[in-house]
């Protein structure tokens, strides 16, 4: 259980946060995005938030200077060959999961895990589209990574009780995170939970009972949530967000999960959250909040 080496494929919101955070631990980080043009953003976005904490003296120079230097950006699935694990956090969609540990499947010799950072995906059915199900696990960040101090380790139907240790000491060990242990279910904990309180949230918003700031206020100062739901939904993706009910709807078929009109016409608009730089509420180039 000697992690070196970890690649991250998908340069997205989490895919640059799980790469910031494993650099920033001394492991050496393979970046995978279709093109240089997506890998040269994905990287320039890590940069930006080194240099946020680099003013506001949370880091060195040398510090943000040597994490940059252990991001290799790579192109091809091949090169995750070297790998000693390899965590995907692309976007959720389930067929585009199973194509890519299908690939992963072909190039990472049987030792490598392969992991996803779904959110609520089932990683039985990841599996399925691999000859190793047996390596197949789900390790769930939760957004902002560097932060949160949580990881959801998932088991499908297939994982072994190996893959599932050697996660555990990864997560607990390497990256000084706590480790949940979460057998497979839709939505798992955390984000069974979240989006639940997103959607309600979502409602309250359509009904018009209080405006997006009302609603985050209530939350953030009366229950001391870092951020309100609204807020969350933005940071997260509203695509993202949608996704996740979506399939716990069709999963559990309980109209508690069945997401918000008021969320299918954003996504529909086009206003993701922070990634489109508008949501619930309008973000910066760097995700800062206007």
């Known amino acids: 259980m000697n992690f070196k080496k970890i690649g991250v494929v998908g340069g997205g919101v989490m895919g640059q946060g799980i790469a910031e955070m494993l650099a920033s631990r001394g492991l050496d980080v393979l970046l995978v995005e279709k093109d240089s043009a997506k890998l040269d953003y994905s990287y320039g976005m890590i940069e930006t938030s080194l240099d946020k904490k680099l003013e506001k003296w949370g880091i060195t120079p040398a510090e943000k200077k040597l994490t940059l230097s252990r991001i290799q950006k790579v192109t091809h699935l091949a090169d995750l060959g070297s790998c000693d694990m390899v965590i995907e956090t692309i976007t959720e969609d389930l067929e585009a ?25 089932s990683l039985t059915e990841v599996g399925s589209s691999t000859l190793h199900p047996e390596r197949v696990i789900g390790m769930h960040f939760i957004y902002p990574v560097a932060s ?13 009780d190996t893959t599932f240790e050697s996660t555990k000491y990864f997560v607990e060990e390497t990256l000084d995170k706590k480790g949940v242990m979460v057998y497979e279910s839709p939505g798992f904990v955390s984000t069974r939970l979240i989006c639940t309180l997103i959607n309600e949230a979502l409602h309250v918003l359509e009904e018009g009972v209080a405006s997006a700031e009302d609603i985050d206020d209530a939350m953030r100062i009366g229950y001391q949530f870092n951020r309100g739901p609204l807020e969350m939904c933005d940071r997260f993706g509203l695509d993202s967000v949608l996704a996740a009910l979506d399939g716990m709807f069709r999963e559990y078929g309980d109209l508690k999960y069945r997401p918000a009109i008021i969320l299918k016409k954003m996504v529909r608009a086009g206003h993701l959250g922070t990634k489109t730089g508008e949501g619930f509420f309008k973000y910066d180039k760097d995700g800062d909040r206007l």
Do not use: M, W, Y
């Open 97 to 121: 999961k199973k194509a890519i540990f299908a690939q992963l499947d072909q190039v990472c010799p049987a030792h490598i895990i392969l992991a996803s950072n779904t959110s609520a995906l």
């Open 148 to 160: 949160i101090n949580l990881v959801e380790i998932i088991r499908g139907l297939k994982t072994s």
